[in-house]
DNA sequence: CGTGCTGTTGAGGACGATCAATGACGGTGG
DNA sequence: CCACCGTCATTGATCGTCCTCAACAGCACG
């Protein structure tokens, strides 16, 4: 794969917003036995699955979910590009946790042996940017948490949708265009695709969509975060930066 | 106070079942620059709250909230003894995260300044213990999520209720009260006090809380568990103390 | 003995859940 | 090139649950 994994990169820039350094960024890579190409639909992490190696997302999109009683899908949450992918199995180990991971794209998915991670984990710098990539997971679940409970089902689809852009904007990925269907938004919502389908007509109509494209496109961001009473000041975890990293400073010494 | 905050404590427990030896408890606990009690409904940290020191919680119970536009308490989760109450303070530091913690019950506080919290970090055992803590979390507000979006509202009530019984077994508390109102429970599952109410009557009618008393008392933890489609593995990190204590050790060498 | 908070009960309306069916699009194979 | 198929998107109608408003009861404070 001749792509550039540097600092420019998704996963670079969500390593320095998390106060990581360029260093950490080569150890990572080190750290990496294989890149592979995972098919749209197809499964990253199977919801069984007890591979001793954890998941990184290069490029593309991916879900993890967990099957109801019925079958159903539930998602859980997306990931970007930079994100890890199954960091909860690397923690949790062997007693499969039921969470299965999936590509919405096509994607390609860099593979770090648990004996890998462990040895990472001995840099400091790197364990902290993980503690803080955990930390930042528990704010936006929180933050779901408030918008899912509260609201209607058209703030709560905005709020998804500001969510998922936010974090593509934190790793450099602009595209208006979000590769997100809506039945993926059904079960990240937990409402029938019905009626997220009324609410994007909904939005369609506002001009906030794009009535343009089936896809879901994002045409008016302001308006958007505005239906969701998006903050996102939650996720902007960078702001940090300075204040890490003199305490990685300190901590390297 | 004269009271045992040994390996038999709640604190105790709750390092231990994240894996962290009987030092981290010292090492902890020498941190701690004074502990403070706090009445019930007084806060814990304000909303706005700055100080640079973080909250670790030894009796008692809180809620950590949010408010909405209207000013309404949105309750994030309940914190038990062994809990810290304000981990995302650290990490996020200044920006006041506009969480706040409010005492549910008379509590037990443990201060520890951020600048021991940095020196903290230091030992490999006990950042580890942190970075499961969060873990942790994430597992706990993940299966929040799904149980909130499924599921009707006996359903979403009797979760919570389980989560919290719980949690406290996983510390050694087994009081089967709860120190909750139904406006707690409102609060934190977004739904109104009057359907709280109801869903609670239910409950009680089945003989799954009691119904001697106006409190949340359980009764019938099995048929509750059932009602919630409780499965606790999630909370589950204790079984990874063993592969998590070889591991420490080998960092620390 | 008031006052305020929590808990309890009732009735009405709104929103989302459910069921059913059709339309649009991309891929595959004849 | 067209017919076929599966997936996703869209539309309509009905039903149930939860939300809202309103009022009262129990209990703990001062």
Redesign the interface.
Known sequence: LRIDWGTGSPLGRKLSSLGGHADDLDILLQAVVRCVVVATHNNVIREDDSAAQASLLLAGTTCSY?R??DGAR?I??FQHPGDFCD??RY???E?G?AIGIQALTDCTIAIIDYQEM?RL??Y?SL??V???A??L???I??Q???S???GTALERVAHLLCEQLARRDAVGIYDPQLPISQIDIADA??LPPVDVNRTIQIQRSLNVLSAMTHAIEVVDRNQLAGIA?FDD??LD?S??AS?WAV?IE??RN
Do not use: C, F, N
């Open positions: 967990k109801k009683e539930s859980l949450s960091l909860h923690v949790r180990s007693q946790s462990d984990l001995s400091p364990a902290s993980l503690w803080r955990s930390m997971e528990v704010a679940y929180r779901r948490l408030t899912r409970s509260h919502t937990g009473k000041r939650y975890i702001k940090l204040k305490q300190r901590t």
